[in-house]
């Protein structure tokens, strides 16, 4: 009986058996990112506009520009202040997805880049004529020396350096604002509740105010706060909405 010839191993080499490794454990890795990325986007109420969304958006804007000349021209029609007070404290409640550029811009110069940014404006000329044309993006009022004391003390920060640095030291008020007298967080509050000679480079010093959305107080409507909605002049009643957001 003849002897059986014993087969050959089948022969891998090892470079292809690391190749082959290497690229199964890339699949894996590649499978586990790709699941998060869906559910990354998932949670972030990701979604895909239609063209038709676009064309609403772009009417929009362009609505609120017509607006915007509009509340202009208004202007002097009605009283815009009907207080004695000449400070104001501003907050930015409207988001940019039906905001003109133009609007936007105006926002910017007010420096309310952010939604539920506040910050301390002068009621002079300029501002008032600001605050007519984005008046459905903003809130604003008559703060008392409680919400200025309030909001510098929780919320305020300074900028030193193009850094924005907590207000936890007089000593960082007096560097920044020594030279104008300015030497203690008591001497911001006093300067600008009198709307001092130093105004502007105090609120000039100070970052807007990154205020806390309430719960209630804010529901998203554009309409005048005297007719029922959110946005336009609360007189004193912003301080109860600081109260809210500080």
Known sequence: MAEEVPQPLNYIPEVILKKRKNNEEW?????LQLEQKFKRLKSDNFVIKKPEQFIREYRDKEMDLVQMKQRGKNR??????TSDSRLLFVIRIGGKS???PRTRKLLYSLRLRKIFNGVFVKADARILEILQKVEPFVTYGYPNLKSIKD??????????DNQRVPLTSNEV????LGQNGI???EDVVTEIANVGPHFKEVTS???????????KALQGKKKRFLDGGDSGNREDHINELVSKMN
């Open 98 to 100: 039906d905001m003109h």
């Open 27 to 31: 699949a894996i890795r590649r499978k």
């Open 151 to 160: 909001l510098i003390y929780k919320k305020g920060a300074g900028k030193i």
């Open 173 to 176: 008020v007096e560097q920044a």
């Open 205 to 215: 010093f100070l970052c807007p105010f990154a205020l806390t959305k309430p719960e």
């Open 76 to 81: 002097s029609r009605r009283a815009f202040v």
């Open 183 to 185: 030497l203690c967080l």
